[in-house]
């Protein structure tokens, strides 16, 4: 079922705990691209480790989505771990939440 799939690892969108898989992509080819290109310069300043680090970190992200031939998660919400206010938010919305996530996986999937 699609919630035994362990995708840790790679980077929220805009503090929201929700991962886009395309943006991802874009991003950390993005870094790829700057670390191709100021290679020279990043390195002066010691920054190349933490720049690999950074792309390696949201390409196995990546990679991990793509879970069969078939299947390639594209976003990824984290609802367990949503914060309102500094509080969880009501264990009700979760049950929902859930609810029509299997609802919907178990019709189109």
């Known amino acids: 079922m699609f ?6 690892g790679g980077y929220y969108d805009a503090g929201d705990n929700v991962k886009f898989g395309w943006p991802m992509a874009f991003t950390v ?26 792309i390696r970190w949201g390409t ?12 390639f998660y594209t976003q990824v919400v984290s609802l367990f771990h949503m914060i309102c206010d500094g509080l969880l938010v009501a264990s009700e ?16 999937f």
Do not use: D, P, R
């Open 3 to 8: 919630w035994q799939v362990n995708l840790t």
């Open 60 to 71: 196995n992200f990546i990679l991990e989505c793509h879970t069969s031939s078939t299947a």
């Open 93 to 108: 919305l979760y049950l929902k939440v859930l609810k029509y996530f299997y609802l919907f996986f178990t019709l189109f």
């Open 29 to 54: 080819t993005l870094l790829s691209w700057a670390g191709i290109e100021y290679q020279k310069e990043i390195s002066s300043v010691n920054q190349l480790g933490y720049l690999h680090t950074a």
